[in-house]
């Protein structure tokens, strides 16, 4: 494909792929401790999966793999990226449900984890809670949970396109 043969190294593009993740929580954070945003539970599981990617693609860059090594690295990236996008599309979900159904508000994610054991905590946080429908930033008409389900989305194509890219 000619679009293919005018990519940059894939090392490049690994590596411009783990400095995204690293803004986007490096935002993330700028938004919790500087514009006073509490994060939801579903918020924080969207964070390990942007870590998950973000050392994925830095893994990636350092080993500069050649195809067959770069479809396992996309193959990971499908993992984490799609788990995330699940995530975020959950709490869209959650989000855009009318006031009535909107789950009530439970314990905070870090009660649960000193409380619960993981597969609990887990289970309560993907059913979503009246915290996680509060719309507090929107861009474009996207709130955070929107804008992460299209970047986990972008990422993992990107990653596939990286697998036959030439370079």
């Not at 590596?15 to 803004?23: D, Q």
């Not at 479809?71 to 599309?89: D, H, M, P």
Request: net charge positive; hydrophobic share 55%.
């Amino acid at each position: 494909m000619p679009l293919l043969d005018h990519l940059p190294p894939r090392r490049a593009c690994y590596l411009l792929g783990f400095l995204l993740c690293s803004a986007l929580l490096a935002y993330a954070f700028y938004l919790q401790f500087v514009e006073e945003l509490e994060p939801c539970p579903l918020c924080y599981f969207q964070r390990l999966a942007m870590i998950g990617l973000g050392l994925v693609f830095l893994a990636a860059a350092l080993h500069n793999p050649r195809p067959r090594g770069a479809l396992v690295y996309a193959l990971l990236q499908l993992l984490i990226g799609g788990t995330g996008a699940a995530i975020a599309a959950r709490h869209v979900w959650i989000q855009h449900l009318p006031p009535e159904q909107v789950p009530s508000c439970g314990m905070g994610i870090f009660y649960m984890l000193d409380s619960l054991p993981v597969f609990e905590v887990i289970n309560k946080t993907l059913a979503g809670s009246g915290e996680c429908a509060k719309v507090d930033w929107t861009f474009l008409g996207l709130s955070i949970p929107g804008w992460n389900f299209l970047f986990f989305l972008g990422m993992v194509l990107a990653a596939f396109i990286l697998v036959r890219a030439r370079r």
